[in-house]
């Protein structure tokens, strides 16, 4: 088994060591802590505030023009959480994917000790925006 000095995320399987996916390097750690913070709704965890308001986003209508203060909402709650990874750019977009409305969460960050700019997507399932012009979209 190789050697591994970090979390057992992102719950991908490895037939390997028939365990729980590793990850090995910083980059793959941040993005399973990064995820799992998006993932988590604040205060759902006993004993661990952790967590964000992304979740609480699912079933509420959103219109774009909220879209760029909720992306400067999660970027003071990731450098709160993340001290020492410096986040480049985060944008939040909609996208429609078959059928159902998408809040598309689009991350860029770097640490000190990498050379590059990780970029991170996730999507959550929204409820349509009625503004939205779904005619232009057939």
């Known amino acids: 088994m190789n050697p ?11 037939n390997e060591n028939d365990c729980l996916k590793r990850a090995y390097t910083v980059e793959d750690t ?3 802590a990064i995820r ?9 965890r006993l004993g661990s505030n952790i967590g964000s308001f992304l979740p609480e986003l699912s079933m509420q209508l959103i ?4 879209l ?4 400067d909402e999660l970027r003071t709650e ?11 750019d985060i944008t939040f977009s909609k996208d429609i994917e078959n059928n159902v409305s998408e809040l598309v969460v689009k991350i860029s960050f770097t640490t000190a000790n990498q050379n590059n700019i990780t970029e991170f997507i996730q999507t959550m399932p ?3 925006d ?9």
């Not at 219109?63 to 909220?66: A, C, N, T, V």
């Open 68 to 71: 760029p203060s909720l992306a």
């Open 30 to 32: 941040l993005l399973s």
């Open 63 to 66: 219109p774009k023009e909220q």
């Open 78 to 88: 990731l450098i709160t959480n993340f001290p020492g990874v410096q986040f480049m």
């Open 36 to 44: 799992i913070f998006l993932l988590t709704r604040k205060g759902s």
């Open 4 to 14: 591994s000095g970090s979390l057992i995320f992102p719950f991908a399987f490895d």
């Open 130 to 138: 009625p503004s939205y012009n779904f005619q232009a979209q057939l």
């Open 126 to 128: 929204t409820v349509f």
